[in-house]
């Protein structure tokens, strides 16, 4: 879970200043775009049916568009996951999620980074303490099974604008509903995004 092989770089800049941050290795990293959006469905329904399965793609398409919709809404532009090389106990289990967070009048990120520090525990991470992270439990229902998953948020403030925008990484992480918080794996995972996301680096343009 150590491997600091894929590197996730956004170039264009349209939502936010390029940068580049290193992504655990076998992830697939994509923008939100509608060429990206149309390229997931591709693979998707070409794997759905290399099985037999081909009834699920109608369900499944409505399902990513949904997500895709719902992500841009929130200002994404950044979604990973863990792809077909990685370790079979990660496929399916995370993902990670980029948005761009700008404060408003009633919410500054001075409150938001304030109220995480008194009810999830915030803390500061990497050599510069410039990243603040926080980590939150909910309780969902999967195909009729109750779980539980693990949100590790990751606020960046974006340079020049005076800590009214930022970079928010959100990492989740499905697991059983009774897995406590001290369990080895969940440990594990909070670790491992940590060292990827301290990787946050801003490129010179």
């Known amino acids: ?17 390029p940068y580049r941050m290193l992504i655990p290795a076998g992830w697939e990293a994509h923008d939100l775009s509608a060429a990206t959006e149309g390229d997931l469905l591709g693979r998707a329904d070409a794997r759905l049916r290399s099985v037999g399965n081909t009834a699920l793609g109608p369900l499944l398409r409505d399902q990513v568009r949904d997500v895709f919709t719902q992500l841009r809404a929130r200002g994404g ?21 980029g948005t761009k967070r700008t404060a408003t009048p009633e919410l500054t990120l001075d409150q ?40 590790i948020t990751y606020l960046i403030p974006i340079p020049g604008s005076r800590r009214t925008e930022a970079v928010q990484w ?25 060292v990827h996301v301290a990787s946050f680096a801003w490129l010179e343009q």
């Not at 879970?1 to 200043?17: C, K, Q, Y």
């Not at 939150?136 to 999967?142: D, L």
């Open 1 to 17: 879970m150590n491997s600091l092989r894929a590197e996730l770089v956004g170039e264009t800049g349209t939502v936010i200043p």
């Open 77 to 97: 532009f950044a979604y990973a996951f863990p792809g077909e090389a990685s370790p079979t106990w990660a496929i399916g289990a995370a993902s990670l999620v």
């Open 112 to 151: 938001i980074v304030q109220y995480a520090i008194v009810h999830h525990a915030a803390e500061p991470i990497g050599d510069d303490h410039r990243i603040v992270r926080w980590t939150e439990r909910k309780r969902v229902t999967v195909d009729g099974e109750d779980a539980t998953t693990l949100l």
């Open 170 to 194: 959100t990492v989740t992480v499905a697991h059983d509903a009774d897995m406590p918080d001290d369990h080895p794996s969940l440990i594990a995972w909070r670790t491992l995004f940590d």
